[in-house]
């Protein structure tokens, strides 16, 4: 479904992007997970045409995304909840799920895409009048990824769904993302929360410093030394907001 091939990208004359080179298929859960200023985001956002590749391929069900804009990649089925969230405070949560199938003018698939989008998260529902801007953390990240349900996208990129959140909230959102996965979803998300990343996940890649290092299943990565030694025992402890899980596995999603 998306493939990426020896990307290179920067910010002004400082490059952040080393040949990084992933892929999706339809249907996974795949993560990218490492330290803050891996490049991970600037990944993203390469994707979806926000910042402009010096050089690399992006392709998407077999068509060249380089060159397009953010508007055009969104229309061709990727949808991009990102970490800022850019909700409208001003507007209720039922605007803004609206604002979301911006480009869609069959009202009856809109109709049926926001009552989805309600029973994947009912909170939402129940504050449907209330402004966007009075929700709590967790409620914004949920109002976030709704609206980038609402186009019905074939993959959707998620970028740090769990900064700024409590524990408790940070699982409510990632047992809203093991769901929508379930329902069918293809999922790439971007994540610091390294343990429970990796027990919900597929695939994950492991970026530092601008280029992967390593890559595979999930369930190996858990247990791979390297992460254990710098992501992983931390988060099974609980601590620097990872929350660690009961009964000393994965955690309850």
Do not use: C
């Not at 209330?130 to 019905?152: D, F, H, P, W, Y």
């Amino acid at each position: 479904m998306l493939e990426v091939s020896q990307l290179q990208a920067s910010y002004g004359p400082l490059q952040v992007i080393w040949g990084v080179s992933l892929h999706v298929e339809q249907g996974e859960f795949v993560a990218l997970i490492g330290p803050n200023g891996a490049g991970k985001t600037t990944t993203l956002r390469a994707i979806m045409g926000l910042v402009k590749p010096l050089s690399g391929t992006i392709a998407f069900n077999g068509q060249t995304l380089n060159g397009l804009k953010a508007n055009q990649i969104t229309r061709k089925g990727i949808s991009f909840v990102t970490e800022d969230l850019d909700l409208f405070d001003g507007m209720t949560v039922h605007d803004n799920l609206i604002l979301g199938a911006f480009s869609l003018h069959d009202r009856a698939q809109v109709e049926g895409t926001l009552e989805s989008v309600y029973d994947l998260f009912p909170i939402l529902a129940e504050r449907h009048r209330q402004l966007a801007g009075t929700l709590s953390g967790g409620e914004r990240k949920m109002l976030a990824i709704g609206r980038g349900l609402m186009l019905s996208p074939s993959l959707i990129l998620v970028d740090e769904p769990s900064l700024g959140l409590a524990p408790k909230l940070v699982l409510a959102v990632f047992e809203a993302l093991k769901q929508l996965h379930e329902r069918g979803s293809t999922i790439l998300l971007v994540e610091q929360n390294v343990y429970t990343t990796l027990h919900m996940t597929n695939r994950a890649y492991v970026l530092e410093n601008g280029q992967v290092v390593m890559e595979g299943p999930s369930s190996d990565l858990l247990r791979n030394e390297h992460l254990q030694r710098t992501y992983i025992s931390m988060g099974a402890a609980g601590e620097g907001g990872f929350p660690a899980p009961a009964d000393g596995g994965g955690p309850a999603l």
